[in-house]
């Protein structure tokens, strides 16, 4: 069986949490596939092996031109956006070329129309993330296009079911496998025992609310022995450096970091403040390190944890209530190990990759 991934995102360096997952999932599934993977160019570019082959398709005549998977296409600045046709035309062109029996694109914009249409009458699978089904509902004018792609796909699957309410929206039936985490790169290790070391980790956007939990931290300043470890890099960097210094708050910013199996390592707890999920895949790899989870009570969040049993959800923006259940974790430190307990037994992604070559398997008979 050949199967083609074709991907907006998939890492560009050794250490490239940016599109990691998708990495993962690919190395698990290459083991029972003849597996090829489809992803752009981009100017940070290095070259590292896999054992299987990663094609990376130019669009423009000079890579340190290519800006396209830098980042996500929300916020984009027009220079990167009026790169689009280019990068859609080579992709369909190189799909032309390619021997498969199987396309599986991962994330169904903005690939997903080179895809259905350089497919040649193969199947396609897509599996939405998140953003692919939520950002057209800010950005009216996709729906059309998203709603043509995902109708056309020969199966769709999807992370959460969270996001399989937005695909009945669009009148698409799903199914819901999560990708799941690599539970050997993401492992408990000695958790510090007198400090309390409390993790962030992901891209510093608005839509994190990161803010919130500096705020909410800021609350029991006093009451806690504790370090705030925020890792991540972005446009709201400077803002939350300013506000945790304006509230006198232990923090330590660690900006991007290649090896979120280590700093995960290292925290205590790890909270997700965040408006925007799918199905978060830090906080997934947060619990697989033993960490105590904290997240919104939305989103995908609730799927992971049940509240008080291996974790806690809070309401979006209760800050308060946020900062209630710092104090609840530190006292409960052995819901880490039932944190890691529901990865294990749920999202193993070597487990829910065997669920995807099922997948495979039906779409071709």
Do not use: W
């Not at 998203?146 to 009945?168: D, E, G, N, Q």
């Not at 022995?225 to 923090?251: F, R, V, W």
Request: proline share 6%.
């Amino acid at each position: 069986m050949k199967v083609l991934v074709v991907t907006p995102s998939y890492p560009r360096y050794r250490g490239d949490y940016h599109g990691s997952f998708i990495q993962s999932y690919c190395r698990e599934v290459s083991k029972f596939v003849e597996l090829s993977v489809l992803a752009p160019r981009s100017r940070t570019l290095t070259d590292y092996p896999e054992e299987f082959r990663v094609l990376r398709f130019p669009y423009l005549p000079l890579r340190s031109m290519e800006y396209v998977a830098e980042q996500t296409l929300k916020g984009a600045p027009y220079p990167v956006v009026a790169c689009l046709p280019a990068y859609l035309t080579s992709a369909y062109l190189n799909l032309l070329r390619r021997s498969k029996d199987l396309i599986h694109l991962h994330i169904a914009i903005p690939l997903g129309l080179p895809v259905i249409y350089g497919a040649r009458a193969k199947p396609v699978l897509i599996t939405c993330h998140g953003s692919d089904l939520t950002y057209p509902i800010e950005k009216s004018f996709l729906r059309p296009f998203c709603k043509k792609i995902l109708r056309k796909a020969s199966r769709v699957i999807t992370v959460s079911h969270f996001l399989k309410k937005y695909l009945m929206d669009y009148g698409v039936d799903s199914v819901v496998i999560p990708i799941g985490v690599d539970v050997n790169r993401f492992s408990p290790g000695n958790k510090p025992q007198s400090t309390l070391k409390i993790g962030v980790l992901g891209r510093l956007v608005p839509e994190k609310r990161v803010e919130d939990t500096i705020k909410s931290i800021k609350l029991i300043d006093h009451q806690i022995d504790y370090q705030l470890h925020i890792a991540g890099d972005g446009p709201e960097l400077t803002k939350l450096m300013k506000l945790s210094e304006k509230y006198k708050i232990k923090s330590i910013f660690h900006g991007r970091v290649k090896y979120p199996g280590l700093f995960l390592k290292n925290c205590n707890i790890f909270i997700l403040s965040s408006v925007r999920e799918g199905l978060s895949m830090s906080l997934q790899e947060a619990m697989a390190s033993g960490c105590i989870p904290i997240a919104v009570n939305n989103f995908g969040c609730d799927e992971l944890i049940s509240h008080g049993e291996n974790g806690y959800l809070f309401n979006p923006g209760r800050k308060r209530e946020l900062a209630n259940y710092v104090i609840k974790a530190a006292e409960n430190p052995r819901l880490g190990e039932r944190a890691r307990r529901t990865i294990l037994e749920h999202f193993d992604i070597e487990k829910n990759s065997l669920r995807y070559i099922q997948e495979y398997k039906k779409i071709l008979e």
